[in-house]
């Protein structure tokens, strides 16, 4: 019986009380937020501020994809549950490091060219027994927690169009609910909700309308024909299905009985084509409230009116109840995309402070607390202007998809923070339109790349930085921040031992004293560090776990301002921590820089421009703006295959790499325009070569 309780046989049965309280004690880390509140705060304190200097390693376990590692642990009655690329699962003893098994959803490698920013997962779900992770081809499948093998799936989405998924599924009243990605190609988002016992759908609800204007039949309708005159009669989200992806977030409130959906960006990016530069487009860039047993709309609040930077909403919820004017008001914080740390009240969904986390905020000055709106910077909006707007922050985003957690002792939420401009420009050219393969993002990708100009390069690398904040909301600013030399650091975890968790780029994991941010602590990883941690008791032992290892977003895509961390192996590992651990990582060597044969560089300028033109809009997003490399897929300035025109085709027009993920590009590419390419990444790497 598929229904069946799996509770009795696994030995985490006790899992659905837990998912309120993770066990009231914290023993357990019961679902990647630790519990519905997601702040992933611990009330363990064996670990804290005066001897978090002791904690070494108690074991570490390899993990086998050397692409981005995302997931948070989920630990329950002993059992350790990891994710990682490709949707894989793994199961350990958590206090051995043991490996008791692992599962391999075996999705086709060529899907992962739809995956706009890797092909990571976040984590799993664990209730009654079984585990639901989704995977890069929009499967959402059930496990039994004690075998590993396969219960249920169901497929999630439309397989002939680019969803994803890389968020971790929630697990609500019985119900799975699970979201996707794919915003930057082109689809419509939505969430569904499925029995989790059985995988039957029980509701959708769409975050944006259809563009055929007919209703869906599900739980938005209602809300889907209050919003449909926010989006232009035209436009081309009739084409490519306007975004709004729920790939991250989904946060339910068991106070209020109410769920929260982090929506996303809009599709194409460029709201002056997405719809006609005409109204706000909803539910892009919001906070959506539902009713969890339904799918009925509640409220939502929009952080992003007419979103056109891929200013999401999707990034980590917490829930808390904080003292506000000597008023007790139950609040959701969320430090998204655009710079702005968001608090709202979970009740009515009103605004109650958004204050800038980062300095040089420039699309916005700050919000209109009647309205809730931003009071916005006119030069913001390139399609209007017609000029290219130099944003900060932009897409890479002043926070990410890395975890954020609220610590109710201090007062304090936990931004993993970063500093990272970048331009906004019209497509310049037809080449930047819709096509079949790569991004649907309505900007001049052909020309996004670095200026051939050493100190405009150096000045990028030198100003992408990192920052952990240390967010007061009830104050509406920072009361400390940490300052990194790189951007795209690690989550965060805090603990009632006054203790804040965080992995860094460089491949450090630390700590600091969470009301001072004093830092107590740093061990070597050897490797950079995005996930966020998780803490947990044995026996008698606390143990703190976290997955090192690059990839995500910016490491593909950034190019040269990855900087120093692209020098920094990427060996991606599992790693649990006690006081007194003693267990020795081996030792790993630096990535290799030292310059490389390059072949002779022979093309016309022609050829080079014609050759960047198309590396800009089909290549960049994956192997880094200018062929700059960011240490996770291929660095192809220094491939071998540059010299070799006969294998460069094999590759980009044959597909011959296609089960490692690099795709054939026929459908976009003549061999010639491949050809370009490589002329174009040799001229790049020898302007590089001599002057970086
Ligand atoms: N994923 C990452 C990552 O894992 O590093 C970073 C991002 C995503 C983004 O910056 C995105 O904008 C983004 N957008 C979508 C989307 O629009 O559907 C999906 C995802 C994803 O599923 O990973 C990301």
Redesign the pocket.
Known sequence: NAAADRSATTGVGKIDAALLTSGGDGRDWAMTGFNYQEQRFSPLTQINADNVGQLGLAWYADMPDAR?Q?ATPVVVDGKMFVTGPWSKVFAYDAATGQKLWDFDPKVNPEKGVQ????V?N?GVAAWKGRLYVGTIDGRLIALDAATGKQDWSVQTTDNSKPY????VPRVVKGMVVIG??????G?R?YVTAYDAGTGAKKWRFYTVPNPTGAPDGEASDAAMAKVAPTWSKNGQWKQSGG?G?V??SIVYDAELDQLYLGV??G?PWNHGLRSEGQGDNLFLSSIVALKPDTGEYVWHYQETPGETW?F?A?QPINLATLNIGGQQRRVLMQAP?NGFFYVVDRANGKLINAGQFIPGVNWATGYDPKTGRPIENPEARYYKTGKPFLAMPS???AH???PMSFNPKAGLAYIPAQIVGSAYLNPSSPLDQAKPLGFNVGQDLGNAMYPRDPAAVKQAIAGATGRLVAWDPVANKARWTVDYPTP?NGGTMTTAGNLVFQGTALGEFRAYAADTGKQLFSYPVGTGI?AGAATFMIGNEQYIAVLAGR????P?SIGYAIGKARDVPNVPHLLVFKLGGTVQLPNTQPQDSTPVNLPENKAAPQQVAQGQALFGRYCQVCHGASAGGGGVLPNLQRSATLGDPDTWKAILIDGMLKERGMVSFAKVLTPEQAQLIRLYVIDEAHWAQKNL
């Open positions: 981005g995302e995956a706009c920013c890797d990571v976040r994803t998924i890389t968020g996707n990605g794919g915003a930057e190609f689809v988002g975004g992806t790939w991250d996303g960006n599709s891929d999401t999707t995309k897409a890479i985003a990410n998809w890395q795209w995005m990839g995500g977003a910016l593909l």
